[in-house]
């Protein structure tokens, strides 16, 4: 059976493009305004909607999850089904909050693996912290009942020759990545260090930001386990 694919409509896209670049200043943690990039997307992919014989999980990110959902799919065949929600929207832009709520709205999912870290640079991590909370708070409401999995952010590769993009730092992932692991970890939300699997490693990497086929088998395979550890319990 082939999958199917939930297609954004030109009414949603309309209001990705033209909603206000404030948050809703009712919801802790999404004061700060969104300042948008100069591009912003978003690609979302359910597969076997139709079916519900098995668990569905849902993975939240951007390229980087994009780049290993493939191998995750593979790798949890039988066991699964999974689908992606990958966006460049900044933590507190409103518009990231209803893409979330789109997705959840349209699905039951019982695991959610989920990252925001390598997008709005334009931000401080002090604002990023701080929006934080809105943003588990958002997947929580539309999941209520879905064991939730935290991925941190994976570190650049920085030289002369190929800069990071937008004041994008390896010091300042680790400093998003620090704050939100206390405080998941004080939630009781596991966490899946894709950091660590490639720090140090540049042959990992396929450009400043990207992987190539080595980096994301690993981290495929990492996410897999992580992800079958959740269904287990």
């Known amino acids: 059976m082939r999958p199917t694919r939930l297609v954004i409509s030109l009414t949603f896209l309309a209001s990705v493009l033209l909603a206000p670049a404030w948050a809703d200043e009712t919801s802790p943690g999404m004061a700060a305004a969104a300042s948008r990039e100069s591009i912003e997307w978003c690609d979302i992919w359910i597969s076997h909607a139709n079916e519900t ?8 990110g951007d390229s980087i ?8 799919e593979k790798r949890l065949a039988g066991r699964a089904f999974v689908a992606r929600l990958s966006s460049s929207a900044f933590i507190s832009d409103p518009v990231l909050r209803q893409q979330i709520e789109m997705v959840l709205g349209a699905m039951k999912f019982d695991v959610i693996h989920f990252n925001n870290g390598m997008h709005g ?3 401080s991590e002090a604002e990023y912290a701080a929006a934080f909370p809105g943003f588990l708070k ?15 952010t994976t570190p650049l590769k920085e030289s002369p020759a190929n800069p990071a993009p937008d004041a994008a730092t390896d010091a300042r992932i680790q400093a998003r990545n620090a704050a939100v692991w206390k405080l998941v970890r ?3 939300i596991p966490v899946d260090d894709l950091y660590a699997i490639a720090a140090g490693h540049p042959e990992f990497h396929s450009d400043n930001v990207h992987f190539n086929d080595q980096g994301i088998g690993l981290q495929a395979a990492q996410v897999a386990d992580e992800i079958s550890a959740a269904l287990k319990r």
């Open 53 to 60: 014989n098995l668990p569905r999980v849902l993975l939240i």
């Open 65 to 72: 999850t994009r780049a290993y959902y493939p191998e995750v």
């Open 121 to 123: 640079w334009q931000h």
């Open 138 to 152: 958002t997947i929580r409401q539309g999941a209520p009942g879905a064991r939730l999995i935290w991925a941190n």
């Open 186 to 188: 004080a939630q009781g």
